[in-house]
């Protein structure tokens, strides 16, 4: 059974920062992508970073230069670093990877709540 667990969602002033984790855990062989999703009321799961297994990566357009996703690969852990928040980076943010366990599989935590209010 693998699990991904998520934390560091909170609440932040718009320009503040926060520190998401997602460790995995169970029988896991192989790692490839993992990235980070959001999905905000109303609005489409979209994709925020994400990161190959070696270490290349990609962002979408709103967040580069505010966000890094980076990963752990011996603790099985990927993080994303937000800085200058903003209110529209409100949503519940997702964890996601394409674990190998007994088959490639897309796994998905369970979601972290992000609010960036005053």
């Known amino acids: 059974q693998v699990q991904l667990v998520e934390s560091g969602g909170g609440l932040v002033q718009p320009g503040g920062s926060l520190r998401l984790s997602c460790a995995a855990s169970g029988n896991i062989f192989s790692i490839n992508a993992m990235g980070w999703y959001r999905q905000a009321p109303g609005k489409q799961r979209e994709l925020v970073a994400a990161?190959?297994?070696?270490?290349?990566?990609n962002y979408e357009d709103s967040v580069k230069g505010r966000f890094t996703i980076s990963r752990d690969n011996a603790k099985n852990t990927v993080y994303l670093q937000m800085n200058s928040l903003k209110p529209e980076d409100t949503a519940v943010y997702y964890c996601?990877?394409?674990?190998?366990?007994?088959?490639?599989?897309?796994?998905w935590g369970q979601g972290t709540q992000v609010t960036v209010s005053s």
């Open positions: 996601n990877a394409e674990i190998l366990s007994y088959g490639w599989e897309d796994y």
């Open positions: 990161i190959t297994s070696g270490g290349s990566t």
